[in-house]
Every structure is written in C-alpha cells, then in structure tokens.
C-alpha cells in the first residue's frame, strides 16, 4: 500500500499546527500524537491555504480527532473525515495551548483507493 508521511507542528505556546498539504489521490489516514499538554484535538481543512473550514459529519458532530487527553497514541481516523482530506491542506486545532516546546505531529497518508 502507497503511503506518505506529513508534519503538523504546532508551536510552543500555540494551539494551532502548521498547515500540511494532502496530495491529490491521498488521504489522511491517522496521526501520530506525541505527549502533549491535555487537549482536544480538531482537524480543518482547505482547498486555498486560506480559508479553513471544520468538517462536521451529517449529525453535525466536529471533525474532533482526540477527545481531551495528553496524547501519546495513534489516531486513526474515521472513514469520512478521512476522505474529507483527500487533496487538501489541512492543519491541527488544540484545545488548549501547548507549552514546554513545539508539538510535532505525524500524519499518515495512504493512497485514496487504498
């Protein structure tokens, strides 16, 4: 299976991550959560690089990836929120700022068909 790796990096003292480019024909499959500062953890998405939108499902529940927690642990994604980033940008939202150092991210890209 054809998979890429990509960096959400969220600065010391910041709550949101650095954006990250899905190529087209790959979507963000989990993320690779290091130690963290105890926060929620929500995705957003782009098609410009500008404007970020929050996916929420048909119930209308966020696109939350980690519920509070001081992270440690792999994410992996549901089915639809992953195929919401398929060809986009997107970028990481913490609940709470993270001090002590930047926070770096991995994601975990697979191919869209696979």
Same mark, same amino acid.
């Given at each position: 299976?054809?998979?890429?790796?990509?960096?959400?990096?969220?600065?010391?003292?910041?709550?949101?991550?650095?954006?990250?480019?899905?190529?087209?024909?790959?979507?963000?499959?989990?993320?690779?959560?290091?130690?963290?500062?105890?926060?929620?953890?929500?995705?957003?998405?782009? +098609?410009? *690089?500008?404007?970020?939108?929050?996916?929420?499902? #048909? !119930?209308? &529940?966020? /696109? @939350?990836?980690?519920?509070?927690?001081?992270?440690?642990?792999?994410?992996?994604?549901?089915?639809?929120?992953?195929?919401? +980033?398929? *060809?986009?940008?997107?970028?990481?939202?913490?609940? #709470? !700022?993270? &001090?002590? /150092? @930047?926070?770096?991210?991995?994601?975990?890209?697979?191919?869209?068909?696979?």
């Amino acid at each position: 299976m054809a998979y890429l790796d990509v960096q959400l990096v969220i600065a010391s003292g910041g709550t949101t991550s650095g954006a990250a480019v899905v190529p087209s024909g790959y979507r963000l499959q989990s993320i690779e959560v290091p130690t963290i500062d105890s926060a929620t953890l929500a995705i957003q998405v782009s +098609t410009d *690089g500008a404007t970020w939108l929050t996916p929420y499902d #048909a !119930a209308g &529940s966020i /696109g @939350q990836v980690q519920g509070a927690s001081t992270g440690n642990r792999v994410v992996v994604l549901g089915e639809s929120l992953s195929r919401a +980033t398929e *060809g986009r940008s997107v970028r990481l939202v913490a609940g #709470a !700022a993270q &001090s002590g /150092g @930047q926070r770096v991210i991995v994601g975990r890209c697979i191919a869209a068909g696979g």
